[in-house]
């Protein structure tokens, strides 16, 4: 229905429509480092990296993102000495420990282009298994899904993970009609890479065993050659895994303690336990993430396709159904860990889409209405994701409490004062050293570890649980204080859906009645002041 250069024109709109809202707010919470949970583990590894410690020394993830985040460090590193801005690498490193914000941009670009990708590997899978007016759909639907388009914004591993994943799919749909042993191989490349992102990114193997036992969407094998498929897909897998993460086999001992470790973190959970993530994700996660419309579509739609055509069905469910089966077991159940469904359920909601607007144009006896009904049922569909998009990407664009609060202290307190902070540390503000070797004017205190006069209080307050201090002890605290200024982001309205484990403080549902991102905070001065 749209082929030559008009064909073209819809996905290139699209793909900006997905880079816009990707991009918007892209500098949220800097150049604080605890504005987004993760992020300063990346950042801090990756500065490691650049300084030629290849061993990370850190194997809750493996190590692809943070290795490339460093390669991308060295042309800013060069251009910058040219420049003068740097006099050489220890400076270099020195001045981005001081201002660690650039390195959070790197990744966060990273993850805004994996995204971004994403909307086209999309595009590219479903005109590969549909045709040209679902491949359209199903990649607008990416391209505004709101759990997908949130995470792009964030200097983590997850979007890069489901990217590579698309790619690896991307490959095993095409090697399905060819059977081209390059596609094979490439596709067993891009999973090793992709597991090699994110660990939970190796169960894409799953539809290339069934491709292998299968023959694929169209022919059978025997079973002597399914078996050499496999073995040599997992042997590629393996050794694009290892050469992109080598300290897993270098540091053997180092890793094997880490899985143990995510591994137990997963089955235990964290923090406040929400229940198994089967339910959390699917009534949480998902709903919120995608909207209703879209979450109902995509999980029909993969039924329709398994009903109406079982072998390319099966291909496109393999791998969302095992994931969910084995991640949903858990009780950590952080909403990012879900964002690798999401592209798949794009696909398959684009499928249910396009199946019922021919349906109803043929039941209508209007041939020629196809187009316009399916993309007219498309927007219908794809519409609350795309409005809690724009509610997030707007309050993301706007000065964060944390960062406000401590501009406030700044103005107050020129030259310099002892910040007494309780609660999360995620509540908690953050001041730049005044340069490489010069630490800040500002002093923090954790005053829940730590007596000490402070110069002033701030007191975080939010949904999530603030801090373990005894209301009482807090109370004798603040005896000699005063409150001075509140710094509001929320009221209090019932009824929000948060990330409740991942101490992020923008919802995934409710942002009316919300003003910025972060915490409401209450700053005390000492009385009399």
Same mark, same amino acid.
């Given at each position: 229905?749209?082929?030559?250069?008009?064909? !073209?024109?819809?996905?290139?709109?699209i793909?900006?429509i997905?880079?816009?809202?990707?991009?918007?707010?892209?500098?949220?919470?800097?150049?604080?480092?605890?504005?987004?949970?993760?992020e300063?583990?990346?950042a801090?590894?990756s500065?490691?990296i650049? =300084? #030629?410690?290849?061993?990370?020394? /850190?194997f809750?993830?493996?190590t692809?993102?943070?290795?490339? %985040?460093a390669?991308?460090?060295?042309?800013?590193?060069?251009?910058?000495?040219?420049?003068?801005?740097?006099r050489?690498? &220890?400076?270099?490193?020195?001045?981005?420990?001081?201002?660690?914000?650039?390195?959070?941009?790197?990744?966060?670009?990273l993850? %805004?282009?994996?995204?971004?990708?994403s909307?086209?590997?999309?595009?590219?899978?479903a005109?590969?298994?549909?045709?040209?007016?679902?491949?359209?759909?199903?990649?607008?639907?990416?391209?505004?899904? *709101?759990?997908?388009? !949130?995470?792009?914004? /964030?200097?983590?591993?997850?979007?890069?993970?489901?990217?590579?994943?698309?790619?690896?799919?991307?490959?095993?749909? !095409?090697?399905?009609?060819?059977g081209?042993?390059?596609?094979?191989?490439?596709?067993a490349?891009?999973?090793?890479?992709a597991?090699?992102?994110?660990?939970?990114?190796?169960?894409? %193997?799953?539809?290339? +065993?069934?491709?292998?036992?299968?023959?694929?969407?169209r022919?059978?094998?025997?079973?002597? =050659?399914a078996?050499?498929?496999? @073995?040599? /897909?997992a042997?590629?897998?393996?050794l694009?895994?290892?050469?992109?993460?080598?300290?897993?086999?270098?540091?053997?001992?180092?890793?094997?303690?880490?899985i #143990? &470790?995510?591994?137990?973190?997963?089955?235990?959970g964290?923090?406040?336990?929400?229940?198994?993530?089967?339910?959390?994700h699917?009534?949480?996660?998902?709903?919120?993430?995608?909207?209703?419309?879209?979450?109902?579509?995509?999980?029909?739609?993969?039924?329709?396709?398994?009903?109406?055509?079982?072998?390319?069905?099966?291909?496109?469910? =393999?791998?969302?159904?095992?994931?969910? %089966?084995?991640?949903?077991?858990?009780?950590?159940?952080?909403?990012?860990?879900?964002?690798?469904?999401?592209?798949? $359920?794009?696909?398959?909601?684009? *499928?249910?889409?396009?199946?019922?607007?021919?349906?109803?144009?043929? !039941?209508?006896?209007?041939?020629?209405w196809?187009?316009?009904?399916?993309?007219a049922?498309?927007? $219908?569909?794809i519409a609350?994701?795309?409005?809690?998009?724009?509610? *997030?990407?707007?309050?993301l664009?706007?000065?964060?409490?944390?960062?406000? =609060?401590?501009?406030?202290?700044?103005?107050?307190?020129?030259?310099?004062?002892?910040? @007494?902070?309780?609660?999360?540390?995620?509540s908690h503000?953050? /001041?730049?050293?005044?340069?490489?070797?010069r630490?800040?004017?500002?002093?923090?205190?954790?005053?829940? #570890?730590?007596a000490?006069?402070a110069? +002033?209080?701030?007191?975080?307050?939010?949904?999530?649980?603030?801090?373990?201090?005894?209301?009482?002890?807090?109370?004798?605290?603040?005896?000699?204080?005063?409150?001075?200024?509140?710094?509001?982001?929320?009221?209090?309205?019932?009824?929000?859906?948060?990330?409740w484990?991942d101490?992020?403080?923008?919802?995934?549902?409710?942002?009316?009645?919300?003003?910025?991102?972060?915490?409401?905070?209450?700053?005390?001065?000492?009385?009399?002041?």
């Amino acid at each position: 229905m749209l082929s030559g250069v008009g064909g !073209r024109v819809p996905i290139a709109i699209i793909l900006l429509i997905a880079s816009v809202a990707r991009l918007w707010g892209l500098d949220f919470g800097l150049p604080s480092p605890y504005c987004r949970p993760d992020e300063e583990a990346v950042a801090a590894v990756s500065l490691s990296i650049f =300084a #030629r410690n290849l061993n990370p020394h /850190f194997f809750d993830w493996p190590t692809l993102f943070m290795y490339v %985040v460093a390669s991308c460090l060295l042309p800013y590193f060069q251009v910058g000495r040219y420049l003068g801005w740097f006099r050489g690498e &220890g400076h270099f490193l020195q001045v981005n420990a001081a201002d660690i914000s650039t390195v959070f941009l790197i990744a966060r670009t990273l993850s %805004v282009i994996s995204g971004v990708a994403s909307v086209w590997l999309v595009y590219r899978v479903a005109r590969r298994l549909f045709d040209e007016t679902t491949a359209v759909v199903a990649a607008g639907f990416l391209a505004l899904a *709101f759990l997908h388009a !949130r995470d792009s914004h /964030f200097g983590v591993t997850d979007v890069a993970a489901s990217c590579l994943i698309l790619v690896s799919f991307l490959y095993m749909v !095409r090697f399905a009609d060819s059977g081209a042993r390059k596609d094979w191989m490439k596709a067993a490349t891009a999973a090793g890479l992709a597991a090699s992102t994110k660990y939970n990114a190796a169960m894409i %193997v799953a539809p290339a +065993v069934w491709l292998a036992f299968s023959g694929g969407v169209r022919k059978p094998v025997d079973l002597a =050659a399914a078996a050499r498929l496999v @073995g040599e /897909f997992a042997l590629v897998m393996a050794l694009a895994f290892v050469a992109a993460s080598p300290y897993v086999v270098l540091a053997f001992p180092e890793f094997l303690r880490a899985i #143990r &470790g995510v591994s137990a973190h997963l089955a235990g959970g964290h923090g406040v336990i929400l229940g198994r993530g089967w339910t959390v994700h699917l009534f949480s996660s998902l709903r919120f993430g995608l909207g209703v419309p879209l979450l109902v579509a995509g999980i029909a739609g993969l039924a329709w396709l398994v009903a109406k055509a079982p072998r390319k069905g099966a291909l496109m469910a =393999a791998f969302p159904v095992l994931y969910y %089966v084995l991640l949903g077991s858990g009780l950590t159940v952080f909403a990012r860990y879900i964002v690798p469904l999401v592209p798949f $359920l794009c696909l398959s909601a684009a *499928f249910a889409v396009s199946e019922l607007g021919r349906w109803i144009a043929e !039941r209508a006896e209007r041939p020629r209405w196809t187009p316009a009904v399916i993309f007219a049922i498309a927007l $219908l569909v794809i519409a609350p994701s795309a409005w809690s998009l724009w509610q *997030f990407d707007r309050l993301l664009a706007r000065a964060d409490s944390r960062l406000v =609060a401590a501009e406030w202290i700044a103005q107050r307190f020129p030259g310099g004062a002892i910040v @007494g902070q309780v609660g999360r540390s995620s509540s908690h503000l953050f /001041f730049k050293e005044e340069g490489p070797r010069r630490p800040s004017r500002f002093k923090m205190a954790d005053l829940e #570890r730590t007596a000490t006069d402070a110069d +002033v209080v701030v007191v975080p307050s939010s949904p999530f649980p603030q801090h373990a201090i005894a209301p009482e002890v807090l109370g004798e605290l603040l005896a000699r204080y005063e409150p001075v200024v509140t710094i509001q982001a929320s009221d209090s309205a019932a009824g929000r859906a948060y990330d409740w484990q991942d101490e992020f403080y923008l919802p995934l549902s409710g942002f009316s009645g919300i003003v910025r991102p972060g915490p409401n905070l209450t700053i005390y001065l000492p009385k009399g002041r």
